[in-house]
């Protein structure tokens, strides 16, 4: 998509939010999920989806937390409980949705009387 167009098939088969901005970690994640059957380096993914290696490592140790990425030095591999997966994917598209109909959160909008200062 970076060169400005894609293949008519493509586009045909596409879904309507499939060509929307992704972050980086939804990049990763749909990465390896397109790619199950193989497990990769950060600096392979990194090469193939045009991102910096140590940020690719950064995120890929967040996913790793959350469950969503498998990890035996120095490979990654997408998670194999695809119920948790598909649930993240859900609960990620429930807070776009949120997102995009009440507009995004920030803390210091929520901040309150009775909350401290964390400096």
Excluded: C
């Amino acid at each position: 998509m970076s060169s400005g167009s894609i293949d008519i098939d493509e586009f045909e088969d596409a879904d309507a939010g499939d060509f929307e901005e992704r972050t980086d970690a939804e990049r990763i994640v749909v990465f390896l999920d397109e790619h199950d059957d193989r497990a990769w380096t950060a600096g392979s993914i990194a090469e193939r989806l045009g991102l910096q290696t140590d940020v690719v490592g950064a995120l890929l140790s967040r996913l790793e937390e959350r469950g969503l990425v498998r990890h035996k030095r120095p490979y990654w591999a997408i998670t194999d409980d695809e119920e948790r997966l598909h649930s993240a994917y859900r609960l990620h598209r429930h807070h776009e949705s949120a997102d995009r109909q009440y507009g995004e959160e920030r803390l210091e909008n929520l901040e309150t009387d009775e909350m401290e200062d964390v400096q």
